[in-house]
């Protein structure tokens, strides 16, 4: 910060107290002059060039929004730094992309998203005063605020050669925290994003329901294995078979469209999963 201190380009705000990521970025909006805000979080680095690919998506007055490409900046720290680093790239450049290619990214991830700063007014107070369970929210800032600007009308966009590399959780204990807090903001959100799919395009209502259901079908299926086992004794042989092929064709595909083969290692996430995330 002091090497930009100086620098007539840049101001900084420094508030009394921590008050979180929200309000702190709802001071920074509110102080603000341009037409874009880009929001970048403090362990992100962007390439030199991001700024220019996420304004020039911006171009269109009907775009609200719009995030770039996340990477692991510590991919290389352990086995679970390698596993995250393909997640991102998945949720990336599947299911980002896949709901860009029909105007609506149902979430701009924190890390490195841009938003036009009149459409970020109107739905400055909305976001202020969230609730959860009767308290003010804190967390899963990025979806909601993404789902009020979809409520608006605006389009969200996926821009994949805008490059930021985060720092990702290197523990268990660390990955499995940031993975509660995501889950919560997923179904949370999504009940508000229920009043806003018959205006947008069908495919988003299956990839809605495909996220929600796929969890609990999933579970279902570890259950039934489970009771099989523990009443009859055999092994749901039927269950891992295919929840195994599954993965395994997942895992593939993405390996195909990347030109990759380590996301074929990208199958240990389904273990991870079944073991503790689920």
Known sequence: NDHYACDPRFRFILM???????????????????????????????????????????????????????????????????????????????????????????????????????????????????????????????????????????????????IAATVVPNSMGAYLRQQLRWARSTFRDTLLALRLLPGLDRYLTLDVIGQNLGPLLLALSVLTGLAQLALTATVPWSTILMIASMTMVRCGVAAFRARELRFLGFSLHTLLNVALLL
């Open 16 to 162: 009394p107290k921590n008050v979180g990521k929200r309000k702190a970025q709802i001071v920074a909006i509110r102080e603000s002059s341009g037409d874009l805000v880009l929001n970048v979080d403090s362990d992100t680095t962007i390439a030199p060039d991001v700024v220019t690919k996420l304004a020039l998506k911006m171009y269109s007055p009907a775009v609200g929004a719009a995030m770039g490409q996340l990477t692991a900046s510590n991919r290389s720290d352990t086995w679970l730094t390698r596993l995250i680093d393909m997640e991102y790239w998945l949720a990336c450049n599947e299911e980002r992309a896949a709901q860009a290619r029909f105007g609506a990214v149902m979430c701009c991830c924190g890390p490195c998203a841009m938003y036009r700063r009149s459409a970020l007014l109107l739905l400055l107070d909305k976001y202020e005063t969230q609730l959860f369970r009767g308290r003010p929210s804190d967390f899963g800032e990025d979806r909601h605020l993404t789902i009020l600007m979809l409520n608006a009308g605006f389009r969200t966009e996926y821009v994949p050669d805008a």
